[in-house]
C-alpha cells in the first residue's frame, strides 16, 4: 500500500520540482514568448496525443551510435504552456523532451528518470530558446542550471527543427560548436506504439 502511495506521489512530487528547478517559476500565460516561440510552440501542439517513428541521422565519430535502435516520440502532455515528449529507444522509456514556458522565456529541458519513475542524477538540463529562431526552428544553448549540473555544459546546445510542411522533426545537440549528433522523426506516418 505504501509503496503504491509512493509510486503516485514521486512522479507528481518530480513534476513540480520541475518547474522550480533552476529557481524559475512558471508562468501561466505566454506573454513573455516572441511571435516566433509561440508559433514554434503552436506547431509543436498540433502533434499532440500522435508518435512518430525516427532513426538517427548524425554521430560523431568516437561516440556511441544509436543507429541500431528503434526510435518513437510521443507527443503527450500538451496545455498552454508546456508540451512533453517522451523519446523511447526500443525499450529505454528514461527520456522526455521537455518545452515551456516560464517568465524568461521558451525553456527546452531534458527529463531522466529511472524506471521506477525516480529522477536520474543528471536531469532536467536545457536551456532557452536563443532569440534566433522562428516557427519552425529553436536554438538552445545551455542555462545557468545546465551550467551548474554540466561541467562542459555552456558549449552545449540543442536546435529543434520542424520542417516547414511539418513532414519531419529534428533533434540535434551541438559541442563547442560543432554538430555530435542527430535524429530526426517521420511525421507523415503517424504510428500506434503502447
Same mark, same amino acid.
Given at each position: 500500500?505504501?509503496?503504491?502511495?509512493?509510486?503516485?506521489?514521486?512522479?507528481?512530487?518530480?513534476?513540480?520540482? @520541475?518547474?522550480?528547478?533552476?529557481? %524559475?517559476?512558471?508562468?501561466?500565460?505566454?506573454?513573455?514568448?516572441?511571435?516566433?516561440?509561440?508559433?514554434?510552440?503552436?506547431?509543436?501542439? $498540433?502533434? @499532440?496525443?500522435? $508518435?512518430?517513428?525516427?532513426?538517427?541521422?548524425?554521430?560523431?565519430?568516437?561516440?556511441?551510435? +544509436?543507429?541500431?535502435?528503434?526510435? #518513437?516520440?510521443?507527443?503527450? *502532455? @500538451? %496545455?498552454?504552456?508546456?508540451?512533453?515528449?517522451?523519446?523511447?529507444?526500443?525499450?529505454?522509456? $528514461?527520456?522526455? +523532451?521537455?518545452?515551456? #514556458?516560464?517568465? *524568461?522565456?521558451?525553456?527546452?529541458?531534458?527529463?531522466?528518470?529511472?524506471?521506477?519513475?525516480?529522477?536520474?542524477?543528471?536531469?532536467?538540463?536545457?536551456?532557452?530558446? %536563443?532569440?534566433?529562431?522562428?516557427?519552425?526552428?529553436?536554438?538552445?544553448?545551455? /542555462?545557468?542550471?545546465?551550467?551548474?549540473?554540466?561541467? /562542459?555544459?555552456?558549449?552545449?546546445? +540543442?536546435?529543434?527543427?520542424?520542417?516547414?510542411?511539418?513532414?519531419?522533426?529534428?533533434?540535434?545537440?551541438?559541442?563547442?560548436?560543432?554538430?555530435?549528433?542527430?535524429?530526426?522523426?517521420?511525421?507523415?506516418?503517424?504510428?500506434? #506504439?503502447?
Amino acid at each position: 500500500m505504501i509503496k503504491r502511495l509512493l509510486f503516485a506521489i514521486i512522479p507528481a512530487l518530480f513534476l513540480l520540482a @520541475c518547474n522550480q528547478a533552476g529557481s %524559475d517559476k512558471s508562468s501561466n500565460d505566454r506573454s513573455t514568448l516572441s511571435a516566433d516561440e509561440q508559433a514554434f510552440m503552436n506547431n509543436l501542439e $498540433s502533434l @499532440c496525443g500522435k $508518435s512518430f517513428l525516427g532513426a538517427e541521422q548524425y554521430i560523431k565519430e568516437g561516440r556511441e551510435s +544509436w543507429a541500431h535502435k528503434k526510435f #518513437v516520440m510521443h507527443v503527450t *502532455k @500538451c %496545455d498552454s504552456n508546456r508540451v512533453h515528449i517522451p523519446f523511447h529507444l526500443d525499450e529505454d522509456h $528514461s527520456r522526455t +523532451w521537455m518545452f515551456m #514556458v516560464d517568465e *524568461k522565456g521558451l525553456r527546452f529541458r531534458h527529463d531522466h528518470r529511472h524506471e521506477d519513475g525516480t529522477p536520474e542524477d543528471l536531469t532536467l538540463y536545457g536551456g532557452y530558446a %536563443d532569440g534566433t529562431g522562428n516557427a519552425f526552428v529553436q536554438h538552445f544553448p545551455a /542555462d545557468d542550471f545546465t551550467m551548474e549540473m554540466l561541467a /562542459d555544459s555552456n558549449s552545449r546546445k +540543442w536546435n529543434i527543427i520542424l520542417a516547414e510542411d511539418m513532414t519531419s522533426f529534428t533533434y540535434e545537440l551541438e559541442f563547442q560548436g560543432e554538430l555530435v549528433f542527430s535524429a530526426k522523426f517521420d511525421l507523415t506516418n503517424p504510428v500506434d #506504439v503502447k
